[in-house]
């Protein structure tokens, strides 16, 4: 997914350098939406996670 956002942003600049403002506008949006997407479910997953059980037996 991380990937995904990188794709767009990279599409984004380089739209943005040729002077393509409406694709790279839409480019960014786009990247934007994926990344914060990405960042929800990471946080969402470390936090339904199981916390790692420490044994002190020897």
Known sequence: M????????????IAGIFGFGVIAGSGAVIAQTIFFIAVVMLLVSLLSSPPASRSIDS
């Not at 991380?2 to 600049?13: G, H, K, P, V, Y």
């Open 2 to 13: 991380i990937r995904s956002a990188i794709m767009f942003l990279a599409i984004a600049l």
